[in-house]
């Protein structure tokens, strides 16, 4: 069963399906709606619109609807066929959509925020529609009412959210670079611990409830896993992208991550191996190899009557280390650098062919991607862009085929 749940194809590719064009601005959101072949997009140019397949094998919007203010993030609740929109203007608007995907019923207004909304999450067990914003603050209101139940504030920016249907948890990211874990009540909340990793805005996040991980994403081109659940603490640090990460997906059967960024990269990491932490970077005021002094050392640069060094990091040992004694670099993509990296010369020296074996597969999405969306049943992809254009994806050839998913190769 093993194999058949993690077979994969080899040097495969996403295939476009198709484009969705005719947007006047930046589509903030695109959701793909389950057993349909139907988008759900969400626009900077003021516009909802449901987009259906014909026969023709073209996408046409069987809805459009303009808003009073730019469309800036959105959910939607399969079952109960509800739409939640946010606005640059804070607001939160609720719709209802008919079974035939034809007409759209506004059903109210949540006064969720006092300027842009970021992320948006509807939890119908509680009946809350809890969102983020540009005003610093997740917000969590009742639906039945349409009342405020609670606000928290933050230093910075509130960008992205995710949450924990089960335990009531919600995971906030900020322009800061900071993840805080809270726990939410009914008309209050606790703070219970806070995630500092990133040396970027946290630009996206994923929640995966079945092995408590938490992915984020971030405008320093970095991913951190987070093991929520098992080790305190442990982190595992991904880097193979070159602009920041936009969002993540991770498909917990195939234990694989779905990651995509500014400049169209979309990256499949492979998850479903045993990986390495990257190192704290240890501090010093001296090379932990050849003890010459750093340039701020003015004792021992004056005992020993030598010009200071600029000071490096090794990335697989975490020693501080002089540019001398780290003249090479190389990938290490078991701790995460798919990339070339600073490494010192007795790390480089330790690093063997097979341990620059790539662990994740990169794609090119040929356009600059703001936001993604999948369908994991079917294996399939949405992407939309600053570009304007919505492309939808069959990602089965490389994130592989499971009976147990209902994947199949099209």
Request: hydrophobic share 35%; charged share 20%.
């Amino acid at each position: 069963m093993a194999a058949e749940i993690h077979s994969r194809p080899q040097s495969s590719r996403p295939v476009l399906l198709s484009k969705v064009e005719g947007h006047q601005d930046v589509v903030s959101a695109a959701l793909l709606i389950p057993k349909e072949d139907g988008v759900i997009t969400a626009s900077e140019d003021r516009t909802i619109r449901v987009w259906l397949k014909r026969d023709s094998g073209q996408y046409w919007p069987s809805i459009y609807h303009t808003m009073s203010s730019p469309c800036s993030a959105m959910a939607y609740h399969h079952d109960s066929r509800r739409i939640f929109v946010g606005q640059d203007n804070g607001a939160i608007m609720e719709f209802h959509v008919s079974e035939d995907f034809n007409k759209m019923n506004f059903v109210k207004t949540y006064p969720a925020h006092q300027n842009r909304v970021s992320a948006i999450i509807f939890c119908l067990t509680s009946e809350w529609v809890i969102s983020t914003g540009h005003d610093k603050c997740v917000s969590w209101m009742c639906t039945r009412s349409g009342s405020m139940l609670g606000r928290h504030y933050f230093t910075s920016w509130a960008s992205c959210l995710q949450y924990d249907y089960e335990t009531q948890h919600a995971f906030v990211g900020d322009y800061s670079g900071q993840i805080t874990l809270l726990k939410l009540e009914q008309n209050t909340c606790s703070v219970i611990t806070t995630l500092k990793g990133h040396e970027g805005s946290i630009t996206s996040l994923w929640w995966d409830p079945v092995q408590r991980l938490l992915f984020s994403g971030a405008s320093d081109h970095s991913i951190i896993m987070w093991d929520i659940g098992g080790r305190k603490g442990r982190t595992l640090l991904l880097q193979g992208h070159h602009d920041k990460v936009q969002a993540l997906c991770y498909i917990q059967l195939t234990r694989q991550l779905v990651s995509c960024s500014a400049d169209g990269g979309i990256a499949v990491w492979n998850m479903d191996i045993s990986r390495e932490e990257a190192p704290q970077w240890l501090e010093s005021d001296s090379c932990q190899k050849c003890e010459q002094p750093f340039f701020w050392n003015i004792k021992q640069m004056w005992d020993t009557k030598t010009l200071g060094l600029r000071q490096h990091h090794c990335r697989k040992c975490g020693q501080a280390v002089c540019g001398k004694c780290s003249t090479k670099r190389s990938s290490y993509p078991i701790m995460g650098f798919e990339f070339q990296v600073r490494v010192c010369d007795s790390c480089f020296e330790s690093i063997k062919d097979e341990d620059r074996t790539s662990l994740a597969t990169f794609h090119e999405g040929k356009h600059n991607i703001s936001h993604m969306s999948m369908d994991i049943s079917r294996g399939l992809m949405v992407t939309c862009g600053s570009d304007r254009v919505v492309k939808i994806w069959d990602m089965t050839p490389v994130v592989g085929c499971s009976l147990a998913a209902g994947f199949s190769s099209r």
